[in-house]
C-alpha cells in the first residue's frame, strides 16, 4: 500500500503494516523555476535526472510545454504562490533575481523550504537558503553529482567539515526547542570548543559520526569540562546549567484523539496543551496525534496536527476492534461510532503497542491519551 503525506499528513494503516509506519518516507517535491529558454533546456536535463522525485518545471508561457507550469504574475508573487507546496525550489536564473523573490516570504529555518539557484549553463548549483533543515545542501550536492556540476555549500559547518546544531537534530529525528540556543552551541562547535551530548533520551545515534569535539555521555554529572552542552530530552522544565545549552526533543509522543462532532481546533489544541503541561512534556515531541476514520475530516483535528505540525494518523477499525478490550469501553462511544474507545485503542495503535503516559482524559466532548513510541 502507498501511503500519501499531505500537508497535514493523514494515512489509513492496513493491519499488515503498522509497525513500519515509522519507517515510511514521504516523496520530495521540488519545484524547477526558469524564465529564459536556455533555463528551459536545463530545466527539462535536471528533471530527468531527477525522475526518482516528485518535480514540477514552472516557466514563461512562451517556453512552456505540455508537461510545464505557467508563470503569470512577477517572479516574487510568484514564488510566494508556490513556497509552502515544496521541500526543494530549484532557481535556474540569477542569484539576485533569486533573492529579491524570495526576501518577502521567509519565515523562519524550521519552515522555509531549501532554495537553490544554477546558472543557465548548469556549471554551478548554488545552496542559498536553508541549508541545513530544508535540505538545500544535500540538494546541491546531489544535483551537482547527477549533473556533473559544481555544488557551492557556504555554511560554516559544512566547510569545516563538523556538524551544525540542527543537522545533528535532522539525523536523529530530533526538534529544536530554542533556534538561539542551537546557534550559540553550534558557534562553540565550529569553534572547536568542547561540547557534551547528554543523550537522556537514549535517541539512535548508530548512523552520525560526530565531530572530534561532541562527546556523549548518559547524564548530566560531569560538565566542567566542557564549553556548551546539546540535551535530548521530552521534559519542558529548564535545565540550569552553567554553559550555553540546548534543548533537542525526540519526535516520540503519540496522542490518541476522539472529539464530539464540530469541536473547533481551538479547544482541542488548549486540551492537548494543557495535558502535555501536567505531565511536564514537550509539545515539540509530538509526532502524530491518531483517530478513528469516522473522524478522518474532522476540521478540529485537522488544525490541531497543523497547529503541532503532526501528522494525522487514522486507525481501520477493525484494528480498533482487536484492541479495544484491552481499555475502557463507553456504550455512548459505541452508539456514535461502533465503536467501544478510541483514542487509547488508537494511540496504542498509532504508537506501534508503545507505552501508555496517560490513560484515556475526558475533557468536555474530547478524549486524549498520551503513548510514547519506542521504536
Excluded at 14 to 24: E, F, H, Q
Amino acid at each position: 500500500m502507498n501511503i500519501v503525506y499531505q500537508s497535514c499528513m493523514t494515512l489509513a494503516l492496513p493491519m499488515s503494516t503498522v509497525k513500519g509506519l515509522s519507517k515510511t518516507m514521504k516523496t520530495e517535491k521540488w519545484a524547477i523555476v526558469t524564465l529564459t529558454q536556455d533555463g528551459m533546456v536545463l530545466a527539462n536535463r535536471l528533471a530527468e535526472h531527477l525522475d526518482d522525485h516528485e518535480c514540477q518545471i514552472y516557466t514563461k508561457e512562451k517556453y512552456a510545454n505540455e508537461t510545464t507550469k505557467i508563470i503569470t504574475t512577477d517572479i516574487s508573487t510568484f514564488i510566494g504562490s508556490i513556497i509552502g507546496e515544496y521541500q526543494i525550489i530549484c532557481c535556474i536564473m540569477a542569484t539576485g533575481i533569486v533573492v529579491r523573490a524570495i526576501a518577502p516570504h521567509l519565515k523562519h529555518k524550521s519552515s522555509d523550504p531549501g532554495i537553490l539557484v544554477m546558472d543557465t549553463q548548469g556549471d554551478f548549483v548554488i545552496s542559498l537558503l536553508s541549508g541545513h533543515l530544508g535540505g538545500a545542501n544535500d540538494a546541491a550536492r546531489l544535483v551537482a553529482k547527477r549533473l556533473s556540476a559544481q555544488a557551492v555549500i557556504t555554511t560554516g559547518t559544512d566547510v569545516k567539515g563538523t556538524m551544525a546544531v540542527d543537522v545533528l537534530a535532522q539525523k536523529i529525528n530530533c526538534r529544536i526547542d530554542d533556534f538561539t540556543a542551537a546557534k550559540d552551541v553550534t558557534a562553540l562547535i565550529l569553534h572547536g570548543d568542547p561540547i557534551v551530548l547528554v543523550n537522556l533520551e537514549n535517541c539512535d545515534l548508530d548512523a552520525v559520526i560526530l565531530p572530534k569535539n561532541i562527546e556523549t555521555v548518559a547524564d548530566l554529572s560531569e560538565l566542567a569540562k566542557y564549553r556548551g552542552a546539546i540535551i535530548t530530552t521530552l521534559a519542558t522544565n529548564k535545565a540550569d546549567l552553567p554553559i550555553p545549552s540546548v534543548k533537542l526533543v525526540p519526535r516520540k509522543l503519540v496522542v490518541g484523539v476522539g472529539c464530539r462532532r464540530d469541536t473547533p481546533g481551538e479547544r482541542i489544541i488548549e486540551a492537548i496543551g494543557e495535558t502535555l503541561a501536567a505531565l511536564n512534556l514537550n509539545q515539540k515531541a509530538i509526532k502524530s496525534l491518531a483517530t478513528i476514520g469516522l473522524k478522518a475530516e474532522e476540521p478540529g483535528i485537522t488544525m490541531a496536527c497543523e497547529f503541532f505540525k503532526a501528522k494525522k494518523v487514522i486507525i481501520p477499525n477493525e484494528m480498533v476492534q482487536m484492541v479495544q478490550s484491552r481499555f475502557e469501553s463507553s456504550d455512548f462511544v459505541f452508539k456514535t461510532t461502533g465503536l467501544y474507545a478510541v483514542s487509547e485503542p488508537c494511540g496504542f495503535v498509532a504508537s506501534s503497542f508503545g507505552k501508555c503516559l496517560l490513560e484515556k482524559q475526558k475533557l468536555d466532548g474530547i478524549t486524549l491519551s498520551v503513548w510514547l513510541d519506542e521504536n
